[in-house]
């Protein structure tokens, strides 16, 4: 059973960057598959921000402005997210998620960490 | 990118069909996955590819995807099938994910 993990501050300043890892178990980073990260903010819905391919190829919600940069680190087993000049609004349970592409969705997902952004 | 709109609720009875709709231009070009999330959970993949089922998911649970619309049918819904629904659109020419708004299902 794959499993993912993610870790991270709860708490960010406004306009400083928002720093998430995705712990991978049970299986490789390194196999065809993508990597996202996937936010709610609370009792709202859901809002896919991008994915990375294991090979490093990247895709991004063009909303976000290009504030978010998602990363891959094969040694470690694990990708990462940095969102950067963070608002209120990007307060949110953020999850990590797994996908094989294309059209066969979202298969494993992450338990979510909360990230409020408040000075 | 495009917008998938989705009505906020639905109300059904035990043992009814539930039919969740996803709308947005030319939704029936592009594939369509479904997600079910209970509340205080993470979302569970129900239908992926417009009308395919993963493993461990009901037969109850099924789904189609036409012209402007896609549809989400819960046959003989139960009890535990209440729970937030979204649909999930993928634009093969930009490779880009697009959510939709999310539909709260109660079953009463």
């Known amino acids: 059973q794959v499993r993912l993990q993610e870790s991270g501050p709860g708490l960010v300043k406004p306009s400083e960057t928002l720093s998430l890892t995705c712990a991978v178990s049970?299986?490789?980073?390194?196999?065809?598959?993508?990597w996202a990260w996937i936010r709610q903010p609370p009792g709202k819905g859901l809002e896919w921000i991008g994915s990375?391919?294991?090979?490093?190829?990247?895709y991004y919600n063009p909303s976000l402005k290009s504030r978010a940069t998602i990363s891959v680190d094969t040694s470690k087993n694990r990708f990462s997210l940095n969102l950067n000049s963070v608002i209120a609004a990007d307060t949110a349970l953020y999850y990590c998620a797994r996908h094989p592409g294309g059209p066969a969705g979202v298969d494993y997902w992450g338990q979510g960490t909360l990230v409020t952004v408040s000075s | 990118s495009f917008e998938l709109t989705q009505p906020p609720s639905l109300s059904v009875s035990p043992g009814q069909t539930a039919s969740i709709t996803c709308s947005g231009d030319?939704?029936?070009?592009?594939?369509i996955c479904w997600y079910q999330q209970r509340p205080g959970q993470s979302p569970v993949l129900i239908i992926y590819?417009?009308?395919k089922r993963p493993s461990g998911i009901p037969e109850r649970f099924s789904g189609s995807n036409s012209g402007n619309t896609a549809t989400l049918t819960i046959s003989g819904t139960q009890a535990m099938d209440e729970a937030d629904y979204y649909c999930q659109a993928w634009d093969s020419t930009t490779a880009l994910y697009v959510f939709g708004t999310g539909t709260k299902v109660t079953v009463l």
């Open positions: 590819q417009d009308n």
């Open positions: 990375i391919f294991h090979n490093g190829g990247t």
């Open positions: 049970n299986f490789s980073i390194s196999e065809a598959y993508f």
């Open positions: 030319k939704l029936g070009d592009k594939y």
